[in-house]
């Protein structure tokens, strides 16, 4: 493809784009961008933020978040997961989130697929907004969590996109908040987990070792890049049996040769409180944003990042 086209892959033509920003809370939006090219689903969308004075050749990381919801529910941009995108940019990056196909309308992995499609779209497109592609920064809350370490953990998904280049050459880092990683767990918690695993994995205790993270990372073996990503797990005081999933990843991934591993608990909030917060502009009232920001700063070459407290009124 002629890289000189200034038609975005998979959207509108950019100009279309940049007609239709908005100007909220210190940052242009773009709203509901296709990631497929062909045929998407009205859910195959993402929203990007950037900030309102981005400087030229800027190069700025790139945080993308991926949100719950079950694997059945939720959405970019309501509920819990309201301004996440916008609350990036006041952080200091630009803002990227992501909505994927739900079931019962899909069935695992097509929700993987679909977020492996929309980070081969951002490398492809996120410098025409500012944004470095090989500064790529994955984040993800419960479910999305899941979806975002199962992407890193078998790098089939974005071959199956289109992505040539090693996940680990532009995917700096990952960020799990709350995170699903044991499915066989969530299905024998409690009779809740019965209802959220099936339709999503299906009702076979086969379909749900194999979409656990650990079982990925274990047929894939020492090429799957979760082996070596620098990951950030932080999980709520009150947060169902998660805890048990972050600290049993952290063991996988430690015996598989990852030494690039943090871990956090923030004991002031629940489950669903840790990525409500996220978008408080009040960093002493945000430890998951003062997290990520410290995670990033360690992993995406700061000397190389352009100070965004010099880009704003």
């Known amino acids: ?4 086209k200034t038609k975005l892959e998979g959207t509108v033509d950019i100009l279309a784009m940049l007609r239709r920003t908005l100007s909220v809370l210190g940052a242009y939006s773009w709203k509901d961008v296709a990631y497929v090219a062909e045929s998407p689903h009205a859910l195959q969308a993402l929203d990007i933020a950037i900030p309102r004075r981005i400087p030229p050749r800027s190069n700025l990381p790139t945080c993308v978040f991926v949100h719950g919801g079950s694997w059945q529910r939720g959405d970019k941009n309501g509920g819990l997961n309201q301004d996440i995108d916008e609350a990036f940019v006041g952080a200091g990056y630009l803002g990227v989130s992501v909505n994927y196909r739900l079931s019962p309308e899909v ?5 993987v697929k679909d977020v492996a499609a929309a980070v081969t ?4 497109n996120i410098a025409k907004f500012g944004g470095d592609p ?4 994955l984040v993800g809350h419960s479910a999305g969590a899941h979806l975002v370490m199962q992407i890193l953990a078998d790098p089939q998904y974005l071959t199956a996109a289109g992505m040539e280049q090693p996940i680990d050459t532009f995917v700096k880092g990952a960020v799990g908040i ?3 990683y044991n499915i066989v767990r969530l299905a024998n918690t409690s009779f809740y987990g019965t209802l959220v695993t099936n339709p999503p994995f299906g009702e076979r205790a086969e379909q749900w070792r194999e979409a656990s993270i650990g079982m990925t990372v274990t047929r894939v073996g020492t090429t799957s890049p979760l082996t070596k990503m620098p990951l950030l797990l932080v999980n709520a005081h009150e947060d169902f049996h998660f805890n048990e999933d972050a600290q049993e990843l952290e063991r996988w991934l430690t015996a598989a040769g990852n030494n690039s591993i943090q871990r956090h608990v923030i004991p002031t909030c629940n489950h669903f409180t840790i990525v409500e ?3 408080n502009d009040d960093l002493d009232s945000n430890p ?3 997290l990520i920001k410290s995670f990033v700063a360690e992993i995406a070459d700061p000397d190389e990042i352009s100070p965004l407290k ?3 009124n």
């Open 1 to 4: 493809m002629d890289e000189d």
């Open 107 to 111: 069935q695992h992995p097509e929700h």
């Open 121 to 124: 779209w951002l490398y492809r």
């Open 134 to 137: 090989n500064k790529l920064v």
């Open 178 to 180: 709350s995170g699903v």
């Open 277 to 279: 917060q996220l978008a």
């Open 288 to 290: 998951t944003m003062q």
């Open 310 to 312: 010099n880009t704003f």
